[in-house]
Every structure is written in structure tokens, then in C-alpha cells.
């Protein structure tokens, strides 16, 4: 049994591959591991599986969300007999409690790597892997108390708004935290990826870290994709691994568009470096 180690992120920031490399880089396999095998080493923390032995036999998806967070620690709790050793768990909800009832439980977590990404760029990804208009995404992602749905797949998650969901789980740097941007993973991958293996405090080996990002590449994930499919696709989506590069709202978003994304959000962009020069 081992403690907690969440991969949290704001949705489409970059969590998936996060997953993918921390799955090549642990198994090490001769070929690149299977995407829609990735929840046989990374545990989802919104599956519904998890919670069923609590519901007295009803469906998670006719739950209210305040039933959902009353069963959470325990559920957490569970989680942390999965593997021997520490266990990854992937996370979309903010730090923090909902119904009174916290969404992380500290008593089995070990720490957390924290992915963020350019809300103008999330915006893009979130319109298409939610089905909204990029305006009701700009609203979606400013939006206090936001949260995902209830079905068959997955349990809510609590996400709260892009600023809140940034703010709650990097404001208070803490040794057992590491925080990248999405931006460094994709223009200096190995640096990026060496600090998750030195944040874990694992051997350094060159071969096997560069082995491990090539696995988990976007080519590598979209021709999976493509050939096999990916059962955490969305619905409205025609797919999950859509472009994997920086920078899509230049030209998907209005001027308009990109003046109210970061009116709503400047101080988080701020610290990150988000916000467009001329803004």
C-alpha cells in the first residue's frame, strides 16, 4: 500500500500525457504502452467503479454531487491499496472542499504534479472536448463552482473556475509539489520531464527518459488514436489528441474573444506568462 501522487490539471491542459510518459517511463516497455491501457498505472479518480461499493447499489449517475463528496476520502482512501507502492491518480477537480467535504484527502497523499496550460489555448481544446461554442467556453472556464458532468463514465469533478482551479493548486509552493506548463513540456520536453523524474527522485538515466517521451509523443498517441481508438474520447469530438501544439488560439479566437479570456483571468496568466504582448 503506498500513498497518493495526483496528476491534476484544468481539463485539456495535458494530463493524458503526463499519464502517458509516467506509464512508459515505470513499465518501460519494448514498445510504446497503449493508450487505453494507461488506467492500468494511473488510477482516475472520477471512475465511477471506485465509488459503487458505497452507493447501496445505485448508479453513481443518480447520485447528487453532494453524496459523491461525502464518499470521496474514503474512496481516496481505497485508492491507495491499487499498487505496493506509491500510486498515481489523475485529477481534474481544484484544491480544495465542496459540500464540506475536501476533494484531495491529505491523510493519504504523498504530492501532486500540477500541469498548467495558456487558457486562450485551453479554451480551444475545452470548446471542442465539451461540444460548447468557444463563447459558452469562456464562460464555462469562468465560472465559480463549475463542474463536469454525472454519467456512466465518470463521477463530477469539481473544477471551479481556470483562475480558481490555477490559483488552489499553485499559490503555496510546497516540496511535495511540482507545477510545469503544458508550453515547456512541448518546447523543451526532456528538461520538462526530467524534473518529474527528479521531483520523484528517481535514478537518472538518459536513455530510458528519452525513451519514455518518445513513447508518449503526440504522434505516437494520435496514431494510436487513429488505429485503435481512445475510450476517454469525448463525445462531441471527433478526437481526443487533437494538434498538440501551443499557441491554436491565434487563430481560432476573436480579438474580442482573447481581450475577454484575459481580462477574466489576468493575474493567474500573469504569473505564467499568458498574457499576448500587446494585451
Avoid at 25 to 30: A, I, T
Avoid at 226 to 244: I, L, M, Q, Y
Amino acid at each position: 500500500m503506498g500513498q497518493l501522487i495526483w496528476l491534476a490539471s484544468y481539463p485539456k491542459s495535458g494530463n493524458t500525457w503526463m499519464r502517458a510518459f509516467l506509464h512508459n517511463l515505470f513499465r518501460n516497455p519494448p514498445r510504446p504502452a497503449r493508450i487505453n491501457e494507461l488506467d492500468q498505472f494511473c488510477l482516475g479518480e472520477s471512475k465511477p467503479q471506485w465509488y459503487l461499493p458505497y452507493t447501496g447499489g445505485r448508479p453513481t449517475q443518480e447520485m447528487s454531487l453532494a453524496e459523491i463528496m461525502a464518499l470521496r476520502p474514503r474512496v481516496q482512501q481505497d485508492m491507495t491499496r491499487a499498487f505496493p507502492d506509491s500510486v498515481f491518480v489523475k485529477t481534474h477537480n481544484f484544491l480544495g472542499e465542496s459540500h464540506g467535504h475536501p476533494l484531495v484527502n491529505f491523510r493519504v497523499t504523498a504530492g501532486a504534479i500540477y500541469i498548467v496550460r495558456n487558457p486562450l489555448d485551453v479554451t480551444v481544446s475545452a470548446a471542442d472536448h465539451f461540444g460548447l461554442s468557444i463563447d459558452a467556453a469562456i464562460d464555462f472556464m469562468a465560472k465559480e463552482g463549475a463542474t463536469t458532468g454525472n454519467d456512466s463514465r465518470n463521477v463530477p469533478e469539481v473544477l471551479g473556475s481556470w483562475s480558481t482551479h490555477v490559483r488552489s493548486w499553485t499559490q503555496q509552493p510546497h516540496p511535495g509539489l511540482l507545477v510545469l506548463r503544458y508550453e515547456d513540456m512541448l518546447a523543451k520536453p526532456r528538461a520538462a520531464f526530467a524534473q518529474v523524474t527528479d521531483f520523484l527522485r528517481l535514478p537518472r538515466d538518459k536513455a530510458r527518459l528519452d525513451k519514455a517521451i518518445r513513447f508518449s509523443s503526440f504522434k505516437e498517441l494520435s496514431t494510436q488514436e487513429e488505429t485503435g481508438g481512445f475510450n476517454e474520447r469525448s463525445v462531441n469530438s471527433k478526437s481526443f489528441f487533437r494538434a498538440g501544439k501551443r499557441d491554436q488560439w491565434r487563430d481560432a479566437l476573436t480579438p474580442a474573444q482573447i481581450q475577454r479570456i484575459t481580462s477574466l483571468h489576468r493575474e493567474q496568466m500573469t504569473r505564467f506568462n499568458y498574457v499576448p504582448a500587446d494585451l
